[in-house]
């Protein structure tokens, strides 16, 4: 267990719709990262918080946002959905900001039908 | 910009074989790089890391990996194959100024009885 929680672990939906994936960091790790992982992107960084503020962002459409609240837990918003967004969304903390090591969460199947 | 390529997205070994898992990256300043693995249904767990320092590593369940600047190479190995490692192994690289990780497209382990 990496203390790092996600939710929802499965989550179904169409086209068109939009969902809202969550992540509990573990406690104390002010920076948290959301990646996207599929069979022919491999993965993909999407974006970084850190105590609250954006720090990095990587390959996200502009379809998808997140926000890192003030109890350190992040949401990440997908819209818009298309059947290529379909996916395992992955949620990772660490404690410092560069080149610390990375706690992942066990991710959120998103499937678009 | 930073990348990392695995080469060989299937490897097969037997078990008590030696596994290699091959890496090199890309990068314009002093890299840090890690291995993760990936088991099913489950998220990435750190196995080793290089930050600085001694360029050999050693790392959990009797893997370990060399950093060889010359050949801009992190190769993972283990002396003899257990069939509990089969799973997805993935090489990442960042940076001291960078705090997210860049992933390779993973490796497939397979272990043969």
């Known amino acids: 267990d990496s203390g790092v929680t996600q939710t929802p672990k499965h989550l179904i939906t169409a086209t068109g719709q939009r969902v809202t994936l969550r992540c509990s960091p573990r406690?104390?790790?002010?920076?948290v990262y959301w990646y996207q992982q599929s069979l022919d992107q491999g993965l993909q960084f999407l974006i970084q918080?850190?105590?609250?503020?954006e720090r990095a962002k990587g390959n996200i459409l502009e379809r998808f946002s997140a926000q890192q609240f003030p109890d350190l837990h992040s949401e990440l918003n997908l819209s818009s959905l298309e059947l290529g967004d379909s996916a395992l969304y992955f949620c990772?903390?660490?404690?410092?900001w560069g080149a610390g090591e990375l706690f992942f969460g066990e991710g959120s199947r998103l499937t678009v039908l | 910009a930073q990348s990392v390529t695995q080469l060989g997205s299937h490897v097969s070994v037997s078990e008590g074989a030696l596994v290699l898992l091959r890496c090199n990256y890309s990068?314009?300043?002093?890299?840090?790089l890690f291995w993760y693995v990936q088991y099913p249904n489950q998220g990435l767990q750190l196995l080793l890391k290089y930050t600085t320092g001694a360029t050999l590593v050693k790392g959990i369940n009797g893997f370990e990996a060399e950093f060889k600047k010359s050949e801009t190479s992190f190769h993972l190995t283990k002396p003899s194959a257990h069939m509990s490692d089969a799973a997805e192994y993935f090489c990442?690289?960042?940076?001291?100024?960078?705090?997210?990780?860049?992933f390779g497209k993973g490796t497939k382990l397979s272990v043969k009885p």
């Open positions: 990068s314009s300043v002093p890299p840090y």
């Open positions: 990442a690289v960042s940076s001291r100024s960078q705090g997210n990780l860049i």
């Open positions: 406690s104390g790790d002010l920076s």
């Open positions: 918080y850190y105590n609250g503020e």
């Open positions: 990772a903390s660490s404690v410092v």
